[in-house]
């Protein structure tokens, strides 16, 4: 006996698509203020809107953020670099007792 031994239908309506411009099928559309390709998306607090933030591009590979950045986190931050001989390394960095420490790992 094969694992499923029959079709199994439903209704061609069953997931009605959503009209053009919206993120959901529940009819209601969604607009995207500032939609330029690179821009992060940000909530606005509207359910039916999202904007770009102009200050946060990513291009596939590269994060560039205009303006100071904040990291704040319970985890550690780490930045990829070369050693004095050249190899890759990840260095960690972070605040211990006011000291801003770097440290190879």
Do not use: W
Request: charge should be negative; avoid cysteine; hydrophobic fraction near 35%.
């Amino acid at each position: 006996m094969a694992i499923m031994d029959r079709r199994i239908l439903g209704y061609t309506n069953q997931f009605p698509a959503a009209p053009s411009g919206s993120v959901g099928g529940d009819g209601n559309a969604t607009d995207i203020q500032n939609n330029v390709s690179g821009y992060m998306l940000k909530a606005t607090g509207d359910p039916t809107t999202i904007a770009g933030v102009e200050d946060v591009i990513y291009d596939g590979s590269t994060l560039l953020v205009a303006g100071d950045m904040y990291v704040k986190s319970s985890k550690k931050f780490y930045l990829d670099g070369t050693d004095s001989a050249g190899g890759s390394k990840k260095y960690r960095i972070g605040i211990v007792g006011g000291i801003l420490k770097v440290e190879e790992q």
